[in-house]
Nanobody, 128 residues
């Protein structure tokens, strides 16, 4: 069993930045690939960013490339999402998720259905 707890969300003006964190507990953190997804009201859950177990491979949605950065600290059992140059369309609940499988392909890590554990989410609201 794995528990994931997100933090760092909030209300920010357009152009601002936040650092989202996801702390994991329960099993060895380094065996999971990790992903960030988001869901806005009335919209489907969408992929934001993912990182492999080692941290050497990362993927980003086209809409956030160059603005968001995913990273992980396996010693602290934490994955981060640095979000810069925020836009009103980034407003959503942001969820982190853990994938226990060994693969790190783009097709796998960008698909929310492949993830085994989810956090409760943290709200990010960007005002114009």
């Amino acid at each position: 069993q794995v528990q994931l707890v997100e933090s760092g969300g909030g209300l920010v003006q357009a152009g601002g930045s936040l650092r989202l964190s996801c702390a994991a507990s329960g099993r060895t953190f380094s065996i999971y690939a990790m992903g960030w997804f988001r869901q806005a009201p009335g919209k489907e859950r969408e992929f934001v960013a993912a990182i492999s177990r080692s941290g050497r491979t990362t993927y980003y949605a086209d809409s956030v490339k160059g603005r968001f950065t995913i990273s992980r600290d396996n010693a602290k059992n934490t994955v981060y999402l640095q979000v810069n140059s925020l836009k009103p369309e980034d407003t959503a609940v942001y969820y982190c998720a853990a994938d226990l499988a060994s693969g790190s392909s783009y097709m796998r890590l960008t698909n929310w259905r492949e993830y085994d554990y989810w956090g409760q989410g943290t709200q990010v609201t960007v005002s114009s």
